[in-house]
């Protein structure tokens, strides 16, 4: 199936393009063209960091990735698009709404009317929610010509299963829940080193492969953009209490003395983004960093799995609808829009609990349930019960010590916490299962007859090694991941300490940036 996302879209299906110079949709494809691989210590550290490889790098020097915002012109190199400028526009949140329902109805006629079915990826979040009422709204008009039906991973039981099932109902869809465990979990590892490049943690990948029996010409719209364009938050900050990327040794597992340069790779890979959007302020850097970098290879990439089966498609990334919320003034891109957004598509959709807090956005809740999984996953228990034998040995450290980019006594020692583990906090887990699939995807590569070379081919950055030889903020950090991991209490309450510190953030910063950037 054709692409469906013009090189403005902010999410494109990722291409690599190796020693031959032309482009593929295949990983594999993409490292067989090349005589000799060399694992990317940049891109490796870059994982371990954010969960996601920064820039255009893959796991391998010959291999690059399409470059955000960009389209491949006839000589096969990639062309830069410009990056939309943000603005400092105030309008009430009602008449943002509208608007930005006007452009959200647009994208998904335009993405579905091709399709033979249509398929919305529903939890008990926000975004998926109005991507559900717009196309409810499309699907009452006449204006799509089969009825969507949502899909909804995860425990039963879940607060994002149960929203997901009366939101579902509430628009008369069709609703089809999926549960995963153990078992998905082993079948991703392979699915994140075979299919993905193991660029993200085999964690991201829930049950996409659920969709390998779908009819080719069924469109799956996804909503995980709608959180950092409606509202402007990212991973539960808000753009304005954003800082830009810094790179660090989470669980001192990199042997930085041996790869010294990959910091400063890792910088050039951010300087190049911003270098795209000169002059602009902190939080418009930081914003296309977050999409240029995290959103592109985090989630969206994961589901880019489900291209081998049918079609995804992001919803929120067109640019008529991303650029014209840039042009909002970030102090105005707020939970107001949402909720008036959701007003205006259904009433009983604003009044639903919110899976995250178990409550109405704002104002009255109906229909809150108590009892429900906070998660609905359990992927820490998972990790300490019935995969840690059958993974620790995968994750050797004698292993990863061969590969000269590990350190072997802090991979133990990882392994040693996540069977300590009780609850979910920070990376733990997350990088623990990454490690798994890395093995994987080199044994993988291996077996395909591809050579792979571990040596550092770099110069040395002596003045870079300051930030990554104290060991007081590194067991600091891994004391305030390690000890609420093991004990629920001490992780509600911190929990509930930082929800208080970043509300009040909040509300500052918010008055800051309109003082210091007046609305027009």
């Not at 335009?110 to 699907?139: M, N, T």
């Not at 991303?322 to 959701?342: C, K, Q």
Request: net charge positive; proline share 5%; with cysteine.
């Amino acid at each position: 199936m054709e692409e469906l996302e013009t090189s403005l879209h902010l999410y494109q299906p990722p291409l690599y393009s190796g020693q031959d110079g032309n482009w593929y949709s295949s990983f594999e494809k993409a490292a067989s063209t090349c005589s000799a691989l060399t694992v990317d210590s940049a891109a490796v550290l870059s994982i371990l960091n954010f969960g996601w490889v920064c820039g255009d790098l893959t796991l391998f020097h010959e291999v690059r990735r399409r470059p955000w915002l960009s389209r491949v012109g006839e000589d096969h190199r990639p062309i830069l698009r410009i990056v939309p400028k943000h603005g400092w526009k105030f309008d009430s949140a009602s008449n943002i709404a509208s608007d930005l329902l006007k452009l959200l109805e647009r994208e998904a006629q335009r993405v579905c009317e091709k399709a033979d079915q249509v398929c919305v990826l529903l939890s008990g979040g926000l975004d998926s929610r109005i991507v559900a009422g717009v196309l409810s709204r499309l699907y009452r008009a006449g204006d799509l010509k089969c009825k969507p039906f949502a899909l909804t991973w995860g425990f039963s039981q879940s607060r994002d299963a149960y929203y997901a099932h009366n939101v579902a109902k509430t628009l008369g869809f069709d609703w089809e829940n999926v549960e995963f465990g153990p078992d998905t979990v082993m079948e991703n590892i392979d699915v994140a080193a075979k299919e993905l490049g193991c660029l993200h943690s085999p964690e991201m990948l829930h049950y996409m492969t659920w969709f390998k029996n779908m009819p080719e010409k069924t469109i799956v719209l996804a909503g995980s953009y709608g959180d950092s364009i409606g509202r402007a938050e990212f991973a539960g900050k808000h753009l304005l209490e954003l800082s830009p990327f810094r790179a660090k040794n989470p669980f001192q597992l990199f042997k930085i003395n041996s790869h010294p340069s990959a910091i400063a790779r890792i910088r050039d890979e951010f300087s190049s983004l911003d270098d795209r959007i000169p002059g602009s302020p902190v939080y418009a850097q930081c914003e296309a960093a977050m999409q240029g970098h995290r959103m592109r290879g985090g989630l969206s990439h994961a589901l880019s799995i489900i291209n081998k089966y049918c079609k995804v498609y992001q919803m929120f990334t067109d640019p008529a609808v991303y650029s014209y919320m840039w042009s909002i003034h970030p102090s105005y891109r707020n939970d107001e829009i949402y909720l008036e957004t959701l007003r205006k598509l259904d009433g009983r959709l604003a009044n639903m609990p919110w899976a995250r807090t178990n409550r109405a956005i704002k104002g009255k809740t109906v229909g809150a349930k108590s009892g429900l999984k906070e998660q609905y996953h359990d992927y820490t228990k998972w990790s300490q019960g019935p995969l840690y034998m059958p993974l620790n040995n995968i994750i050797d450290p004698e292993w990863f010590a061969h590969t000269g980019l590990f350190v072997p006594e802090n991979i133990a020692k990882l392994s040693r916490s996540v069977k300590q583990a009780k609850v979910r906090v920070g990376r733990l887990n997350d990088i623990w299962l990454w490690l798994a699939a890395f093995r994987r995807f080199i044994e993988f590569m291996e077996s395909s007859g591809l050579k792979i070379d571990f040596s550092p081919q770099e110069e040395q950055h002596p003045e870079l090694f300051s930030e990554f030889v104290s060991d007081k903020p590194v067991q600091l950090m891994y004391l305030l991941q390690y000890l609420p991991s093991r004990f629920e209490q001490i992780n509600r309450m911190l929990k509930s300490i930082r929800g208080n510190a970043r509300n009040a953030k909040r509300a500052y910063l918010r008055k800051k940036a309109i003082n210091k950037y007046p609305p027009s």
